[in-house]
């Protein structure tokens, strides 16, 4: 089964800089998502893109997707305090059935 | 936005014990979904359900497990006879009205503690 993979497991960045994380998946896909989840919260959708499209913003949000390599990541700008939770991809294949990574973990120092 | 409710938010049960957990979807949509997630580890599909039935099933949704929608709008799924190995958060999920099925609203989640 096709796995998505992040790394880093964990970062922990200065308010105020750029965070990068990435995804990684194994098999052809329908799209990628980017979810945030904070400690013990439900998953808040972020941001979607579809297999034929190679990036896409939202905000201060930056997703790129490299389907040669099999890659994802995900760029926030301009971190805030706020933005310390869980990040999560998790890639479409069929049937609506999201296949998820572990997660990666900021966290932004004020 | 779109909101997902789920109850309890915390169930503490005891091993063999049958729990229900409960949610309340967005309206007007057919699909609804199910995925778990043990402490530490990737969120995990488990079931999703169209027009009232079970579309699609992951192997972790085995015998024990079952869902229903026992009054048109909220939405159960059941464990039968809880395993220490269940403990974990359980998320229901569904498309917002609009939306294509893409895109998915989750509930808070309900943490499932099985002692």
């Known amino acids: 089964s096709q796995q998505g993979e992040e790394d880093p497991q964990a970062l922990s960045i200065q308010e105020g800089e750029n965070a990068t994380m990435n995804c990684s998946y194994k098999t052809s896909i329908n799209n990628l998502q980017w979810y945030r989840q904070n400690s013990g919260r439900g998953l808040v959708h972020l941001i979607l893109i579809r297999s034929n499209e190679r990036e896409k913003h939202s905000g201060r949000l930056r997703v790129t997707l490299d389907t040669s390599k099999k890659s994802s990541s995900l760029l926030i700008t301009a971190s805030r305090a706020a933005d310390t939770a869980s990040y999560f991809c998790?890639?479409?294949?069929?049937?609506?059935?999201?296949?998820w990574g572990a997660g990666t973990k900021l966290i932004i120092k004020p | 936005e779109p909101e997902v409710t789920q109850t309890p938010s915390h169930q503490v049960t005891q091993m063999g014990q049958e729990v229900i957990l409960r949610c309340v979807p967005i309206?007007?949509?057919?699909?609804f979904y199910w995925y778990r997630q043990i402490l530490g580890q990737k969120v995990e599909f488990l079931v999703s359900f169209y027009n009232n039935e079970i579309s699609e099933k992951s192997e972790i949704f085995d015998d024990q497990f079952s869902v229903e929608r026992p009054d048109g709008s909220n939405f159960t799924l059941k464990i039968r006879s809880t395993k220490l190995e269940d403990s974990a958060m359980y998320f229901c999920?569904?498309?917002?009205?609009?939306?294509?099925?893409?895109?998915?609203?989750f509930g808070s989640g309900t943490q499932l503690s099985v002692l």
């Open positions: 309206s007007n949509h057919l699909y």
């Open positions: 998790a890639t479409e294949a069929s049937n609506y059935q999201l296949i």
């Open positions: 999920a569904s498309p917002s009205p609009g939306e294509s099925n893409e895109k998915l609203f």
